[in-house]
Protein backbone atom coordinates (compact mmCIF):
# COMPACT_ATOMS: atom_id res chain seq x y z
CA UNK A 1 0.00 0.00 0.00
CA UNK A 2 1.21 3.45 -0.89
CA UNK A 3 1.64 6.31 1.30
CA UNK A 4 0.66 9.31 0.22
CA UNK A 5 3.59 12.24 -0.10
CA UNK A 6 2.70 14.51 2.64
CA UNK A 7 2.94 11.95 4.94
CA UNK A 8 7.02 11.43 4.65
CA UNK A 9 9.14 13.75 7.12
CA UNK A 10 13.14 13.43 7.07
CA UNK A 11 13.12 10.23 9.19
CA UNK A 12 12.12 8.91 6.10
CA UNK A 13 15.27 10.24 3.98
CA UNK A 14 18.12 7.82 3.10
CA UNK A 15 21.66 8.34 2.64
CA UNK A 16 23.82 6.20 0.82
CA UNK A 17 26.84 4.76 1.70
CA UNK A 18 30.11 6.65 0.72
CA UNK A 19 28.39 9.69 -0.99
CA UNK A 20 29.09 12.58 0.67
CA UNK A 21 28.74 10.99 4.38
CA UNK A 22 32.97 10.74 4.19
CA UNK A 23 35.06 14.08 5.05
CA UNK A 24 38.09 15.08 3.19
CA UNK A 25 41.62 14.06 4.05
CA UNK A 26 44.22 16.45 3.93
CA UNK A 27 46.63 13.54 3.68
CA UNK A 28 48.69 14.09 -0.05
CA UNK A 29 50.29 11.20 -1.72
CA UNK A 30 54.37 11.19 -0.72
CA UNK A 31 55.15 11.06 -4.09
CA UNK A 32 58.36 9.03 -3.38
CA UNK A 33 59.33 8.35 -6.75
CA UNK A 34 59.28 12.04 -8.07
CA UNK A 35 62.23 12.46 -10.58
CA UNK A 36 64.19 15.61 -9.70
CA UNK A 37 64.25 18.30 -12.28
CA UNK A 38 65.39 22.10 -12.80
CA UNK A 39 62.93 24.85 -14.14
CA UNK A 40 64.53 26.48 -17.17
CA UNK A 41 61.27 28.30 -18.50
CA UNK A 42 57.92 29.49 -17.30
CA UNK A 43 55.14 30.49 -20.02
CA UNK A 44 51.26 31.11 -18.49
CA UNK A 45 50.50 28.52 -15.99
CA UNK A 46 53.09 25.97 -17.77
CA UNK A 47 56.97 24.83 -16.87
CA UNK A 48 59.65 23.91 -18.92
CA UNK A 49 62.04 21.73 -16.66
CA UNK A 50 65.01 19.57 -17.48
CA UNK A 51 65.03 16.24 -15.46
CA UNK A 52 68.03 15.50 -13.88
CA UNK A 53 70.03 18.28 -14.78
CA UNK A 54 70.09 17.03 -17.88
CA UNK A 55 69.28 19.52 -20.78
CA UNK A 56 68.08 17.15 -23.12
CA UNK A 57 65.40 15.36 -20.88
CA UNK A 58 62.68 18.09 -21.56
CA UNK A 59 59.49 18.19 -20.04
CA UNK A 60 56.29 20.84 -19.46
CA UNK A 61 54.83 20.64 -16.35
CA UNK A 62 51.97 22.14 -14.40
CA UNK A 63 51.96 22.81 -11.16
CA UNK A 64 49.89 20.13 -8.44
CA UNK A 65 47.17 21.09 -7.27
CA UNK A 66 48.54 20.40 -3.44
CA UNK A 67 50.75 23.32 -4.23
CA UNK A 68 48.30 25.56 -4.22
CA UNK A 69 49.66 28.99 -5.17
CA UNK A 70 53.38 28.16 -4.18
CA UNK A 71 55.52 30.15 -6.44
CA UNK A 72 57.85 28.40 -9.32
CA UNK A 73 60.44 30.59 -10.81
CA UNK A 74 63.65 29.69 -13.14
CA UNK A 75 65.99 27.59 -11.12
CA UNK A 76 63.87 26.33 -9.13
CA UNK A 77 64.76 22.23 -7.63
CA UNK A 78 61.45 20.89 -7.87
CA UNK A 79 59.93 16.92 -8.00
CA UNK A 80 58.06 16.20 -11.17
CA UNK A 81 55.63 13.06 -11.92
CA UNK A 82 53.99 11.78 -14.87
CA UNK A 83 54.21 12.13 -18.46
CA UNK A 84 57.70 12.14 -18.01
CA UNK A 85 58.70 11.57 -21.80
CA UNK A 86 58.75 14.69 -23.23
CA UNK A 87 56.08 13.92 -26.28
CA UNK A 88 54.06 16.92 -28.12
CA UNK A 89 51.12 17.67 -25.90
CA UNK A 90 53.05 15.18 -22.92
CA UNK A 91 52.08 16.97 -19.46
CA UNK A 92 53.79 16.43 -15.98
CA UNK A 93 52.96 17.81 -12.54
CA UNK A 94 55.66 18.85 -10.24
CA UNK A 95 54.60 18.14 -6.54
CA UNK A 96 57.25 19.20 -4.51
CA UNK A 97 59.51 22.71 -4.95
CA UNK A 98 63.13 22.11 -2.84
CA UNK A 99 64.14 24.84 -0.31
CA UNK A 100 66.09 27.68 -2.34
CA UNK A 101 69.99 27.90 -1.66
CA UNK A 102 69.93 31.40 -2.85
CA UNK A 103 67.22 33.75 -3.74
CA UNK A 104 67.54 37.11 -5.84
CA UNK A 105 65.24 39.09 -5.41
CA UNK A 106 63.70 42.73 -6.25
CA UNK A 107 60.36 45.24 -5.50
CA UNK A 108 58.99 47.40 -7.95
CA UNK A 109 60.81 50.50 -5.56
CA UNK A 110 61.76 51.30 -2.08
CA UNK A 111 58.06 51.27 -0.76
CA UNK A 112 56.53 48.00 -2.55
CA UNK A 113 55.84 45.14 0.17
CA UNK A 114 55.49 42.86 -2.96
CA UNK A 115 58.83 40.78 -3.47
CA UNK A 116 59.91 39.56 -6.84
CA UNK A 117 61.46 36.77 -7.45
CA UNK A 118 63.89 36.92 -10.47
CA UNK A 119 65.83 33.91 -10.28
CA UNK A 120 66.46 30.88 -7.50
CA UNK A 121 69.52 28.99 -6.57
CA UNK A 122 71.37 30.82 -8.95
CA UNK A 123 75.16 30.61 -7.11
CA UNK A 124 76.47 34.00 -9.59
CA UNK A 125 74.93 36.91 -10.50
CA UNK A 126 76.03 38.31 -13.88
CA UNK A 127 75.54 42.42 -13.56
CA UNK A 128 75.82 43.45 -17.24
CA UNK A 129 76.66 47.17 -17.64
CA UNK A 130 77.42 49.27 -20.86
CA UNK A 131 80.22 51.94 -20.59
CA UNK A 132 78.23 53.96 -23.12
CA UNK A 133 74.66 54.04 -25.15
CA UNK A 134 73.24 53.78 -22.60
CA UNK A 135 75.86 55.57 -20.40
CA UNK A 136 76.43 53.72 -16.92
CA UNK A 137 74.53 53.41 -14.12
CA UNK A 138 76.59 53.77 -10.62
CA UNK A 139 72.56 53.44 -8.91
CA UNK A 140 71.30 50.20 -10.35
CA UNK A 141 74.73 48.24 -10.10
CA UNK A 142 74.80 49.34 -6.23
CA UNK A 143 71.71 47.69 -6.00
CA UNK A 144 72.17 44.42 -7.92
CA UNK A 145 75.40 43.89 -5.49
CA UNK A 146 73.46 44.72 -2.55
CA UNK A 147 70.49 42.32 -3.43
CA UNK A 148 73.19 39.06 -4.51
CA UNK A 149 75.01 39.73 -1.29
CA UNK A 150 71.39 39.43 0.76
CA UNK A 151 70.28 36.59 -2.02
CA UNK A 152 73.35 34.24 -1.35
CA UNK A 153 75.24 35.29 -4.61
CA UNK A 154 78.00 35.99 -5.79
CA UNK A 155 78.11 39.03 -7.96
CA UNK A 156 80.58 39.68 -11.19
CA UNK A 157 80.34 43.09 -12.53
CA UNK A 158 80.29 42.60 -16.56
CA UNK A 159 81.43 45.48 -18.46
CA UNK A 160 80.11 45.58 -22.23
CA UNK A 161 80.98 48.31 -25.18
CA UNK A 162 83.82 49.17 -23.26
CA UNK A 163 85.58 50.40 -26.50
CA UNK A 164 82.97 53.05 -26.21
CA UNK A 165 84.60 54.64 -23.09
CA UNK A 166 86.95 53.73 -20.28
CA UNK A 167 85.72 51.91 -17.32
CA UNK A 168 88.43 53.22 -15.33
CA UNK A 169 86.70 55.92 -13.55
CA UNK A 170 83.47 53.94 -13.23
CA UNK A 171 84.71 50.94 -11.83
CA UNK A 172 86.67 52.67 -9.17
CA UNK A 173 83.34 53.33 -7.52
CA UNK A 174 83.83 49.70 -6.23
CA UNK A 175 86.90 49.33 -4.61
CA UNK A 176 87.22 47.21 -1.87
CA UNK A 177 84.20 44.84 -2.25
CA UNK A 178 86.10 42.24 -3.56
CA UNK A 179 84.03 42.55 -6.83
CA UNK A 180 85.16 40.55 -9.61
CA UNK A 181 85.55 42.57 -13.00
CA UNK A 182 85.22 41.46 -16.64
CA UNK A 183 84.98 42.95 -19.84
CA UNK A 184 82.54 41.44 -22.91
CA UNK A 185 82.64 44.16 -25.79
CA UNK A 186 81.93 43.34 -29.17
CA UNK A 187 85.60 42.74 -30.07
CA UNK A 188 86.45 41.18 -26.70
CA UNK A 189 87.15 36.97 -26.34
CA UNK A 190 84.94 35.77 -23.98
CA UNK A 191 87.25 33.23 -22.32
CA UNK A 192 87.20 35.10 -19.20
CA UNK A 193 83.33 35.30 -19.15
CA UNK A 194 83.38 31.95 -19.73
CA UNK A 195 85.55 30.23 -17.06
CA UNK A 196 83.90 32.38 -14.49
CA UNK A 197 80.20 30.56 -15.62
CA UNK A 198 81.68 27.35 -15.67
CA UNK A 199 80.29 24.80 -13.44
CA UNK A 200 78.17 27.44 -12.23
CA UNK A 201 74.50 28.54 -12.48
CA UNK A 202 74.53 32.22 -13.19
CA UNK A 203 71.62 34.88 -13.23
CA UNK A 204 72.24 37.76 -15.95
CA UNK A 205 71.13 41.00 -15.36
CA UNK A 206 71.13 44.65 -16.69
CA UNK A 207 69.10 47.82 -17.90
CA UNK A 208 67.47 47.25 -20.92
CA UNK A 209 69.81 48.78 -23.76
CA UNK A 210 73.05 47.32 -22.26
CA UNK A 211 73.52 44.55 -24.86
CA UNK A 212 72.70 42.19 -22.43
CA UNK A 213 71.18 39.51 -25.12
CA UNK A 214 73.50 40.46 -27.67
CA UNK A 215 76.29 38.48 -24.87
CA UNK A 216 74.06 35.79 -24.52
CA UNK A 217 73.83 35.02 -28.08
CA UNK A 218 77.30 34.65 -27.96
CA UNK A 219 77.65 32.87 -24.63
CA UNK A 220 75.15 30.36 -26.53
CA UNK A 221 74.71 30.88 -30.21
CA UNK A 222 71.54 28.73 -30.07
CA UNK A 223 69.63 30.44 -27.93
CA UNK A 224 68.55 33.15 -30.41
CA UNK A 225 67.63 35.84 -27.79
CA UNK A 226 66.06 39.03 -29.42
CA UNK A 227 67.64 41.97 -29.55
CA UNK A 228 66.65 45.36 -30.55
CA UNK A 229 67.74 49.15 -31.18
CA UNK A 230 67.91 52.16 -28.35
CA UNK A 231 65.61 54.73 -29.55
CA UNK A 232 66.97 58.21 -29.84
CA UNK A 233 64.69 59.14 -27.01
CA UNK A 234 66.55 56.96 -25.39
CA UNK A 235 63.06 54.67 -24.39
CA UNK A 236 61.52 51.55 -26.11
CA UNK A 237 60.47 48.36 -25.53
CA UNK A 238 62.48 44.63 -23.85
CA UNK A 239 63.13 42.61 -26.22
CA UNK A 240 63.91 39.88 -24.02
CA UNK A 241 60.33 39.76 -22.14
CA UNK A 242 60.65 35.92 -19.95
CA UNK A 243 63.74 34.76 -17.74
CA UNK A 244 64.85 31.51 -19.27
CA UNK A 245 67.49 29.28 -18.23
CA UNK A 246 70.17 28.48 -20.92
CA UNK A 247 72.64 25.49 -21.16
CA UNK A 248 76.25 26.60 -21.41
CA UNK A 249 78.56 24.47 -24.35
CA UNK A 250 79.41 21.37 -22.94
CA UNK A 251 83.34 22.06 -21.44
CA UNK A 252 85.86 19.52 -19.27
CA UNK A 253 85.74 22.26 -16.92
CA UNK A 254 82.42 21.80 -16.14
CA UNK A 255 81.78 21.16 -12.56
CA UNK A 256 80.58 17.41 -12.09
CA UNK A 257 81.06 16.99 -8.06
CA UNK A 258 78.03 15.20 -6.03
CA UNK A 259 77.29 19.04 -4.57
CA UNK A 260 76.31 19.55 -8.33
CA UNK A 261 75.08 16.63 -9.29
CA UNK A 262 76.05 16.22 -12.87
CA UNK A 263 74.72 19.81 -13.66
CA UNK A 264 76.67 21.83 -16.88
CA UNK A 265 77.03 25.44 -16.36
CA UNK A 266 73.88 27.29 -16.96
CA UNK A 267 72.70 31.13 -17.25
CA UNK A 268 69.42 32.49 -16.51
CA UNK A 269 68.80 35.25 -19.05
CA UNK A 270 66.46 37.74 -17.28
CA UNK A 271 64.51 40.83 -18.98
CA UNK A 272 65.62 44.16 -19.14
CA UNK A 273 65.06 46.08 -15.49
CA UNK A 274 63.82 49.58 -15.47
CA UNK A 275 63.52 49.60 -11.52
CA UNK A 276 65.51 47.42 -8.81
CA UNK A 277 63.70 48.16 -6.17
CA UNK A 278 64.85 46.94 -2.16
CA UNK A 279 61.95 46.85 -0.03
CA UNK A 280 63.43 43.70 1.25
CA UNK A 281 66.52 44.43 2.12
CA UNK A 282 67.83 46.39 5.15
CA UNK A 283 71.93 47.36 6.68
CA UNK A 284 72.14 44.62 8.84
CA UNK A 285 71.63 42.08 6.09
CA UNK A 286 74.10 43.86 3.83
CA UNK A 287 76.45 44.04 6.49
CA UNK A 288 75.61 39.98 6.97
CA UNK A 289 77.56 39.03 4.27
CA UNK A 290 80.80 39.83 4.87
CA UNK A 291 82.15 37.49 7.75
CA UNK A 292 84.41 40.22 8.87
CA UNK A 293 81.80 42.79 9.23
CA UNK A 294 79.12 40.47 10.74
CA UNK A 295 81.62 39.90 13.40
CA UNK A 296 82.23 43.35 13.96
CA UNK A 297 79.13 44.92 14.21
CA UNK A 298 78.29 42.64 17.25
CA UNK A 299 79.66 45.63 19.05
CA UNK A 300 77.49 48.74 17.84
CA UNK A 301 75.11 49.88 19.87
CA UNK A 302 71.55 49.17 19.74
CA UNK A 303 69.64 50.91 16.43
CA UNK A 304 73.26 51.28 14.83
CA UNK A 305 72.15 51.97 11.10
CA UNK A 306 76.37 51.70 10.09
CA UNK A 307 76.29 54.81 8.12
CA UNK A 308 78.95 55.99 10.44
CA UNK A 309 79.58 59.44 11.86
CA UNK A 310 77.60 61.75 12.60
CA UNK A 311 74.53 59.38 12.36
CA UNK A 312 76.58 56.66 14.23
CA UNK A 313 79.31 58.14 16.26
CA UNK A 314 80.09 54.51 17.93
CA UNK A 315 79.24 52.19 15.19
CA UNK A 316 82.03 49.51 15.19
CA UNK A 317 82.94 49.17 11.64
CA UNK A 318 85.19 52.34 12.05
CA UNK A 319 87.42 50.37 14.46
CA UNK A 320 88.75 48.12 11.61
CA UNK A 321 92.28 48.55 10.03
CA UNK A 322 93.52 46.84 6.33
CA UNK A 323 91.29 45.29 4.17
CA UNK A 324 88.29 45.00 6.38
CA UNK A 325 88.30 48.64 6.76
CA UNK A 326 88.37 49.24 3.16
CA UNK A 327 85.64 46.77 2.43
CA UNK A 328 83.53 48.50 5.43
CA UNK A 329 84.06 52.23 4.29
CA UNK A 330 82.66 50.44 0.53
CA UNK A 331 79.83 48.68 2.30
CA UNK A 332 78.98 52.04 4.05
CA UNK A 333 79.15 53.65 0.53
CA UNK A 334 76.45 50.97 -0.65
CA UNK A 335 74.46 51.07 1.91
CA UNK A 336 74.23 55.29 1.63
CA UNK A 337 73.15 54.35 -2.10
CA UNK A 338 70.36 51.94 -1.55
CA UNK A 339 68.90 53.73 1.18
CA UNK A 340 67.56 56.78 0.04
CA UNK A 341 63.67 55.42 0.40
CA UNK A 342 62.90 55.79 -3.35
CA UNK A 343 63.97 53.72 -6.11
CA UNK A 344 67.17 55.20 -7.72
CA UNK A 345 66.37 57.91 -10.26
CA UNK A 346 68.70 56.70 -12.80
CA UNK A 347 66.50 53.60 -13.46
CA UNK A 348 63.91 55.90 -15.15
CA UNK A 349 65.58 56.46 -17.86
CA UNK A 350 66.53 53.17 -18.96
CA UNK A 351 66.51 52.64 -22.28
CA UNK A 352 64.90 49.62 -24.53
CA UNK A 353 67.07 46.43 -24.58
CA UNK A 354 69.70 47.45 -27.26
CA UNK A 355 72.27 45.23 -28.29
Same mark, same amino acid.
Given at each position: ???????????????????????RTKTRPAHDDAESAMVVSVDRGRWGCVLDGDPDRRVVAMRARELGRTPIVVGDDVGVVGDLTGKPDSLARIVRVDERRTVLRRTADDTDPY??? $??????????? /????????? /? #??????????? $???LEPILCLTKSDLADPTEFTSAFDGLDLIIVRAGRDDPLDDVLRLLRGHLTALIGHSGVGKS?????? $??????? /??????????????TASVALVLPPHPDDARGPENQGRRSWVIDTPGIRSFGLAHVDADDIVDAFDDLRDAIE?????? /????????????????? #??????????????????????????????????
Amino acid at each position: MSRRADSYDESDVRVRPGKGSRPRTKTRPAHDDAESAMVVSVDRGRWGCVLDGDPDRRVVAMRARELGRTPIVVGDDVGVVGDLTGKPDSLARIVRVDERRTVLRRTADDTDPYERI $VAANADRLLIV /TAMADPPPR /T #GFVERALAAAY $VGGLEPILCLTKSDLADPTEFTSAFDGLDLIIVRAGRDDPLDDVLRLLRGHLTALIGHSGVGKSTLVNRL $VPEAERA /TGVVSGVGKGRHTSTASVALVLPPHPDDARGPENQGRRSWVIDTPGIRSFGLAHVDADDIVDAFDDLRDAIENCPRGC /THLGPPADPECALDDLV #GASHRRAMAVRRLLVAVGGGATDPEQESATAESD
